[in-house]
């Protein structure tokens, strides 16, 4: 075990000796600059912006091509966290729990120790995650190969349940959000048979909806049509008391960050949604876990930092070891993965068992640079913080007038299509009226991820099993996680069932 | 308790509208099973009964849980309130009839133009400029940085033809 800890140890410190050369220290910080910038914008993530940036891989050396786009790939999760919390506009899905927790806070004059704790912890995890990934990214990604279709479906259930069961102030609701999420993601062609479903005959529904669509409908677009209904003359937004964060806010937020990144790193590496499922766990988890239960938006309350710090470590966390299973087995988890993917194959180069022993220094050099990119984005963001909160200065009119042009700029920006502006209006006045009856929205963007790819691991799953259901009680990593959806939906109500 | 009995038969009635959509689109899925047994039916047949049983459960609530927002709850329900929606909704429409022919900088003008006059400020002609000059540098970076086509002015294209 110390052989393979030094051997590591070894390899990273030639990584960094490479990573730290002038010309790579300048790439990592453009990569993490334009990440932090994309990351702001909703509709353009940092998949797509990799994309965009893959001719680079013609004229420049491999270590800094992939050192610019870890640092986009790293800074876009740091980005996205800044608008959430601020405008409560997901640039990214996983960063909708920050949106949730992080913009209730802002409206009552917390917006700075919201964005530091979301900075911080996407440091703490990112750090946490990086090392973890130095030491055990082979071994880890060999034990999560022996999850199958069963496994992960059940994880998919796991994070049905929980979502639907914990968000929120009622199961009823909840799921009821959640069987909607799952028919909206029903919309378009399936792929396993290649037979459309719910498509009206309409040609731009045959690749289903975008989830940017749905997302900044659901929440900026729902947020503006409820606000000019109901806000209230003296309303609490554009409030800015505080930059800081307290004492308080620390002791609260450190074990949240730990907890994020643990919950975290372990999704990452297994391609069971990317980075959604953790954040909403790591919120279910602090949800659980608050003694300021009040505070947590979806009990009516002002916000709790725990609450937007651990689903961001848990983001920052999951990300980083995405790139374990990218590295060690050649399998992307993620769309971003995936370009990255193909950024190597421009190389030449396959990720794969063989790429330690192949290109080794490379490998060691991009781990470094991750290292470096996170004290960047740290050092980049934290000043940014005082700026940032005066955005809530801005007079409502306005604020929500600029909202809005983001929000529609997201949804046109990705075909230059009238109908996906009529989509994100109509999911506006869906989450108009979820806003004004109570229901959740959080379980909607989770069912309509999820739900194509839980019906996917399904399908393959009784497949192999001939059709034979008991392959979800019979295999050990199953039942327990059966058992785990078992506790989540009986516990709570035995104990709401005690008198206090 | 009446008030929020109404709205849960409202709610309980959107509900199973939405489930009989899925439930009535059923028969266009294919129902061929494969391997696993499995059709791409299966899955909206979920949907269905969740939605169905989800529906009828909130449309039968006799209690007063089903209460609405407490911001909702506390507002005044004036005319005024309305109509502010309505041309927020009527500025999103217009945006999305007209940015295919002005372009997306003076559409996203006139949309915050709108919005700002549906939240109550008026300055319309300098709501305008500040929305232009928001959309102008977002419109720069998506064209001449990223490369995506966002044309400045269609309808230009559209009469030279």
Redesign the interface.
């Known amino acids: 075990m110390m052989d393979v800890v030094s051997a590591a140890m070894s390899s990273l410190a030639g990584g960094f000796a490479s990573a730290l050369t002038p010309i790579n220290l300048i790439w990592a910080l453009a990569g993490c600059f334009i990440g932090t910038a994309i990351g702001v ?1 909703p509709g ?1 993530g940092p998949a797509l ?1 990799v994309a ?1 940036l893959l001719p680079l891989t013609a004229k420049v050396e491999p270590a800094s091509a992939l050192i610019l786009f870890a640092g986009i790939y790293y800074g876009a999760m740091f980005g996205g966290s800044t608008t959430s919390i601020l405008m409560n506009t997901p640039g990214e899905s996983a960063t909708m729990v920050t949106a949730m927790e992080g913009n209730t806070m802002a409206k009552y004059g917390r917006a700075g120790p919201a964005l530091a704790t979301a900075a911080i912890g996407s440091f703490v995890a990112g750090t946490i995650a990086t090392i973890l990934l130095s030491l055990v990214a082979p071994a880890a990604a060999q034990a999560a190969l022996s999850f199958g279709p069963a496994e992960y479906f059940m994880i998919m259930l796991l994070a049905f349940t929980t979502v639907s069961s914990v968000l929120g102030s ?1 199961a ?1 609701r909840g ?2 959000a ?3 999420g ?2 909206i993601g ?1 919309v378009g062609i ?1 792929t ?2 290649g ?1 459309t ?2 498509t009206l005959g309409i040609p731009e529904l045959y690749d289903g909806l975008d989830i940017v669509i749905v997302a900044v409908g659901l929440f900026a ?1 729902g947020e ?9 003359p003296a309303a609490t937004i554009n409030k800015m008391s505080q930059v800081k964060m307290s004492a308080s806010d620390w002791k609260r937020s450190v074990p949240a960050w730990l907890r994020g990144s643990f919950i975290g790193f372990p999704f990452g590496l297994i391609p069971a949604g990317g980075a959604e499922i953790p954040t909403f766990l790591s919120y279910a988890t602090e949800k659980k876990l608050s003694k300021h239960q009040e505070e947590f938006s979806s009990n ?1 309350g002002k916000g709790a930092i725990e609450g937007v710090a651990g689903p961001e470590a848990a983001n920052n966390a999951a990300v980083t070891a995405a790139l374990a299973p990218l590295l060690t087995l050649g399998i992307p988890v993620s769309s971003t993965t995936a370009i990255l993917l193909a950024a190597f194959q421009n190389y030449n180069l396959q990720p794969g068992p063989t790429l330690m022993q192949t290109s080794g220094p490379l490998v060691w050099t991009l781990i470094a640079s991750l290292y470096i990119g996170n004290v960047m984005l740290l050092v980049l963001n934290l000043p940014l913080v005082g700026i940032w909160v005066r955005i809530l200065r801005i ?4 604020l ?3 909202i ?2 983001f929000s ?2 997201g949804a ?2 990705i075909r ?1 299509s ?1 109908f996906d ?2 989509t994100l ?1 109509l999911i ?2 869906l989450g108009l ?1 979820m ?4 229901f959740p929205t959080a379980p909607v963007i989770v069912g309509m991820i999820l ?1 194509p790819m839980a ?1 996917k691991q ?6 192999i099993a ?2 034979d259901w008991t392959v979800f009680v019979t295999r050990p990593i199953c039942l327990v996680i059966l058992v785990v959806i078992l506790s989540v939906l009986i516990l709570p109500k035995i104990f709401s069932k005690k008198p206090s | 308790v009446s008030q929020s009995r109404t709205a849960a038969r409202f709610v309980g009635a959107a509900v199973l509208l939405t489930a009989l959509f899925f439930g009535v689109g059923l028969q266009y899925v294919d129902a061929q099973g494969g391997y696993a047994g499995l059709s791409p039916r299966f899955l909206a047949t979920v949907v269905t009964i969740g939605l169905t049983v989800c529906g009828l459960l909130i449309f039968l609530r006799k209690d007063s849980v089903f209460s609405e927002s407490e911001d909702a709850a506390t507002a005044i329900h004036t005319n005024a309130r309305f109509k502010r929606l309505a041309i927020l909704v009527g500025g999103l429409v217009a945006h999305l009839l007209a940015i295919g022919l002005i372009g997306f900088v003076i559409a996203s003008g006139f949309l915050m133009a709108i919005v700002a006059y549906a939240y109550g400020n008026e300055k319309f002609l300098r709501n305008l400029s500040i929305g232009i000059a928001i959309a102008l540098p977002i419109w720069a970076l998506f064209t001449q940085v990223l490369g995506l086509n966002l044309p400045i002015f269609p309808l230009l294209n559209v009469l030279k033809i």
């Open positions: 914008l353009i912006t965009m009622s009823l799921l009821c959640l069987f909607l799952l028919g029903l399936e396993t048979s037979t479903r719910y677009v503006a049509l409820y606000n000019v209904l109901y806000l209230q009516g007079p409502t009119p306005l929500y007038g600029g809005l042009i529609t700029l046109y920006s230059q009238w502006l009529l209006l506006g006045l009226a806003r004004r009856f109570g739900g019906e399904l399908r393959n799953a009784l497949s001939q059709g």
